[in-house]
C-alpha cells in the first residue's frame, strides 16, 4: 500500500455548493462501485477535509458521526437532499426584513433562524471533536481581528473544541447575507463571519495543516488532493463601467473579484507546488465556469426550484466531463489502504 495523505476540499459559494455536493455523490458512487460496498461513505477514503462556508457546512455533514462514532451520519446524497429541500430556510426572509434591510444594504439580508433551526435538526448537540476524521473549517474572528480554523484533531482541547452548531453558523456568516455569530469562549467574547473572506479556497490552508499536525509530516511529494470549487463567475466589469465608481458600486463586485481572486490564486500555487513534485496529476481541480450574463445561476442565495436543478446538473456535467480523473482519483483513494467496512 501506498503511504499517501488523502485531503478534500471545498469552497464556499452559498446555494452553489450544490455543485461540489452533486460530484461528491458520483465520486460516492464510484468508491461504492470500485470496494463493492453499498455502504461505502467517502470520509472513510479522506484523512482530511476542509471547506468553507458552505463548504465547511458540508464537510461538517460529511463527518457527523451516524449510529457509532466511526459511521457517518449521510451520505453524498442525503447532503444534496438537505440542500433541494431546505434551501428556502436556509435564504428566509420576511417580506418584511428585505424591506427593513433595503434587500441587505444597511443589515443583513437573511434571518439565521431558519439555518440554525436545520442545523440543530441536523447535529443536535455534537461537537467539534466528535467528527470521525480530522478537518479544517474556516471563519474570521472580527472582534480580535483573526482567521479562525476550526480543527477536529485539535478540540481534543477544551478551548479548542466548539459545538457543530456553532461551527457551521460561524462558517457561513457571510456579511450582508447573516449577521455575525456572536459568543465567547471561556470569558473571550468572539463575533465570527464567513471565511470566505480570506480562504474561499481552504486548499492551501489544508495543505499546510496536513503538513504541521497529520503523521509523517506529508507533502506533495505524498499528497493527494480534490479540490472543489462552486463555479467561477466569468463575470466581466468594463473600464468604461467601473472608472467613476464609488464606494456602493463596488461593494458588490469588490465581493465577487475577492472571493474568485482568492480561490483562483490558491488553485495556482497548488498546481505550481504539485508540478514542481512530479506529481501534477494527485492535484484535481474541479470548477465550474458561470457564464457572465448568468446572473441568476452567480447568486448564492438563488434557492428557486428552477435554479437548484441547474447547478445539479452543473455538477452532473462536470463530473460527466472529469470521469477519467475522478476514476483515477479513486485507484489513488484506494491505493493507500482498505478501510475496515462501517
Not at 13 to 28: D, K
Not at 211 to 238: C, F, H, W
Not at 239 to 257: A, C, F, T
Not at 272 to 297: C, M, P, V, W
Request: charged share 25%; hydrophobic share 40%.
Amino acid at each position: 500500500m501506498n503511504k499517501q495523505t488523502r485531503i478534500l476540499t471545498i469552497d464556499g459559494g452559498g446555494i452553489r455548493g450544490l455543485i461540489p455536493a452533486r460530484i461528491l455523490v458520483s465520486l460516492e458512487r464510484k468508491l461504492q462501485q470500485r470496494t463493492g460496498r453499498n455502504d461505502a461513505y467517502l470520509a472513510e477514503y479522506f484523512d482530511l477535509i476542509a471547506g468553507t462556508s458552505t463548504g465547511g457546512l458540508i464537510t461538517c455533514l460529511l463527518l457527523a458521526p451516524g449510529e457509532n462514532e466511526w459511521t457517518p451520519a449521510f451520505t453524498a446524497q442525503e447532503i444534496v437532499d438537505l440542500y433541494l429541500n431546505h434551501g428556502t430556510e436556509i435564504f428566509d426572509a420576511p417580506l418584511s426584513k428585505r424591506i427593513r434591510s433595503l434587500n441587505g444594504l444597511v443589515d443583513e439580508r437573511y434571518q439565521a433562524t431558519g439555518f440554525e433551526r436545520l442545523i440543530d435538526e441536523r447535529v443536535g448537540d455534537l461537537w467539534l471533536s466528535q467528527l470521525i476524521k480530522p478537518c479544517l473549517i474556516t471563519a474570521y474572528d472580527v472582534t480580535r481581528r483573526k482567521a479562525k480554523f476550526f480543527t477536529q484533531h485539535d478540540a481534543r482541547n477544551d478551548d479548542k473544541d466548539y459545538p457543530i452548531k456553532v461551527v457551521a453558523r460561524a462558517t457561513s456568516a457571510a456579511p450582508t447575507y447573516f449577521e455575525a455569530m456572536p459568543g465567547e469562549n471561556g470569558r473571550t467574547p468572539y463575533a465570527y463571519v464567513d471565511g470566505g473572506l480570506f480562504a474561499n479556497n481552504p486548499t492551501m490552508c489544508a495543505y499546510v495543516e496536513a503538513y504541521r499536525k497529520l503523521a509523517d509530516q506529508p507533502t506533495a511529494e505524498n499528497m493527494v488532493i480534490l479540490s472543489l470549487g462552486t463555479g467561477q463567475i466569468s463575470r466581466s466589469y468594463p473600464y468604461h463601467n467601473v472608472k467613476d465608481w464609488g464606494m456602493v458600486q463596488w461593494i458588490k463586485p469588490l465581493i465577487d473579484i475577492m472571493m474568485a481572486g482568492m480561490s483562483e490564486t490558491v488553485d495556482y500555487q497548488m498546481r505550481q507546488l504539485f508540478t514542481a513534485h512530479g506529481r501534477s496529476n494527485s492535484y484535481l481541480r474541479l470548477q465550474a465556469t458561470i457564464a457572465k450574463d448568468d446572473t441568476e445561476l452567480a447568486e448564492m442565495d438563488n434557492v428557486t426550484p428552477a435554479n437548484m436543478e441547474r447547478l445539479l446538473a452543473l455538477g452532473v456535467q462536470l463530473a460527466d466531463e472529469h470521469e477519467a480523473e475522478l476514476d483515477a482519483l479513486v485507484e489513488e483513494l484506494l491505493s493507500v489502504e482498505e478501510p475496515t467496512p462501517a
